[in-house]
């Protein structure tokens, strides 16, 4: 397995220590190592072949082998385990008394079920809308997850704008969802 790290981890890093208390980002990190594990879980357990790692300031990307043919089914299995674990471990936490870690790892959880292509949500929807629509209209699962996407950040973002909500990490992370979604293809 190859494991990569992008330069822009270490920037959100550095900009989460400048903002948050190191606390916070302890249990932020100790939830992503807890997603990704699961999904790494999930892929041993079908007996799949992990190929890479890539650490990026969206989180981290782990890929298997033969995602391409692999069944419906079981890549959606590897796709949630990662937020199942971690809504697993956020219920733990609240009962033993640990609010921020829960708070971090149902953040987590939800944050990854968002229907975004960078997401472990969108990546699933997409895949689905693929299977449904892509020999009669290919550009229609595109286009679907765009407008889901968008939504979401913009009911989330009014959420925020009508609670007083200023999030800056949070923030940041809905635009990068939003750029992530349109730029890439």
Same mark, same amino acid.
């Given at each position: 397995? %190859?494991?990569?790290?992008? @330069?822009?981890?270490?920037?959100?890093?550095?900009?989460?220590?400048? !903002?948050?208390?190191?606390?916070? !980002?302890?249990?932020?990190?100790?939830?992503?190592?807890?997603?990704?594990?699961?999904?790494?879980?999930? $892929?041993? !357990? $079908?007996?799949?072949?992990?190929?890479?790692?890539?650490? /990026? #300031?969206?989180?981290?990307?782990? %890929?298997?082998?033969?995602?391409?043919?692999?069944?419906?089914?079981?890549? #959606? !299995?590897?796709?949630?385990? =990662?937020?199942?674990?971690?809504?697993? *471990?956020? =219920?733990?936490?609240?009962?033993?008394?640990?609010? =921020?870690?829960?708070?971090?790892?149902?953040?987590? *959880?939800? @944050?990854?079920?968002?229907? *975004?292509?960078?997401?472990?949500?969108?990546?699933?929807?997409?895949?689905?809308?693929?299977?449904?629509?892509?020999?009669? /209209?290919?550009?229609?699962?595109?286009?679907?997850?765009?407008?889901? +996407?968008?939504?979401?950040?913009?009911? $989330?973002?009014?959420?925020?704008? =009508?609670?007083?909500? +200023?999030?800056?990490?949070?923030?940041?992370?809905?635009?990068?969802?939003?750029?992530?979604?349109?730029?890439?293809?």
């Amino acid at each position: 397995m %190859t494991i990569a790290v992008d @330069f822009t981890a270490p920037a959100l890093l550095a900009l989460l220590l400048l !903002v948050l208390p190191p606390h916070a !980002v302890m249990q932020t990190a100790a939830a992503g190592l807890l997603h990704e594990a699961a999904h790494l879980t999930a $892929i041993a !357990v $079908i007996r799949r072949k992990p190929l890479s790692l890539r650490i /990026s #300031a969206a989180g981290l990307q782990l %890929t298997a082998a033969d995602t391409a043919v692999m069944p419906l089914r079981t890549f #959606a !299995v590897i796709l949630l385990a =990662g937020p199942f674990a971690n809504l697993l *471990c956020a =219920g733990g936490f609240l009962a033993a008394g640990m609010q =921020g870690t829960a708070a971090a790892n149902l953040s987590l *959880c939800l @944050f990854n079920l968002l229907p *975004c292509r960078s997401t472990d949500g969108g990546t699933l929807l997409y895949a689905a809308l693929e299977q449904r629509f892509l020999p009669h /209209s290919p550009e229609l699962p595109r286009w679907i997850l765009h407008a889901l +996407c968008t939504a979401a950040i913009a009911l $989330i973002s009014l959420w925020m704008y =009508g609670n007083s909500l +200023c999030n800056l990490s949070l923030s940041a992370m809905l635009i990068y969802l939003l750029l992530a979604e349109y730029l890439t293809e």
